[in-house]
T-cell receptor, first 111, second 115 residues
């Protein structure tokens, strides 16, 4: 089915470890976004991309890096994980009709 | 900065009754969309309803409808004939001005359906 796929769905990291979250969409969308969701705070934007090869900072970018080498993929990296990065991460993409499609989320725990 | 406010952290309603969830937003745009998303325990973000700001008519999707007051910047969601499957977190969202149209979310309202 067409949509946004996030991998992995769950991950436990030790403080200081690194990891990359992958977001893949097959709808040929230009815009892609990474959000984090913490209890009681809704979704907050980490980074976003308006097209292949472009990235920009969102509301809470510190401690994260992103890359958009291919139009269909948007990678979110944590270079040195911290307990404060324990959260649920969502990827989303947006098409021309202003419709947003979300992935199913990644639950990350940093111990 | 653009803000979206949901003033009701939790709401509950009896099955088959009607409930209204509130949302206010702040934007300087004249043409924009507003969204309500449902997030069940599965975590999936599900689009419930979308309103185009330039349309006077309130959007309706089956049992879900909105009361859109553009001048007041208010965008409430009404759920009629509530069902057990409606229990979830509900988020109001508004795209940021211009550029990448980044969605700005409210804090969410947890809706409980009492049988």
């Amino acid at each position: 089915n067409a949509g946004v796929t996030q991998t992995p769905k769950f991950r436990v990291l030790k403080t200081g470890q690194s990891m990359t979250l992958l977001c893949a969409q097959d709808m040929n969308h230009e815009y892609m976004y990474w959000y984090r969701q913490d209890p009681g705070m809704g979704l907050r934007l980490i980074h976003y991309s308006v097209g292949e090869g472009t990235t920009a900072k969102g509301e809470v970018p510190d401690g994260y890096n992103v890359s958009r080498l291919k139009k269909q993929n948007f990678l979110l990296g944590l270079e040195s994980a911290a307990p404060s990065q324990t959260s649920v991460y969502f990827c989303a993409s947006r098409g021309a009709a202003r419709g947003y499609t979300f992935g199913s989320g990644t639950r990350l725990t940093v111990v | 900065a653009q803000t979206v406010t949901q003033s009701q952290p939790e709401m509950s309603v009896q099955e088959a009754e009607t409930v209204t969830l509130s949302c206010t937003y702040d934007t300087s745009e004249s043409d924009y969309y507003l969204f309500w998303y449902k997030q069940p325990p599965s975590r999936q973000m599900i689009l419930v309803i979308r309103q185009e700001a330039y349309k006077q008519q309130n959007a309706t999707e089956n049992r879900f409808s909105v009361n859109f007051q553009k001048a007041a910047k208010s965008f409430s969601l009404k759920i009629s004939d509530s069902q057990l499957g409606d229990a979830a977190m509900y988020f109001c969202a508004c795209p940021s001005i211009q550029g990448a149209q980044k969605l700005v979310f409210g804090q969410g309202t947890r809706l409980t359906i009492n049988p």
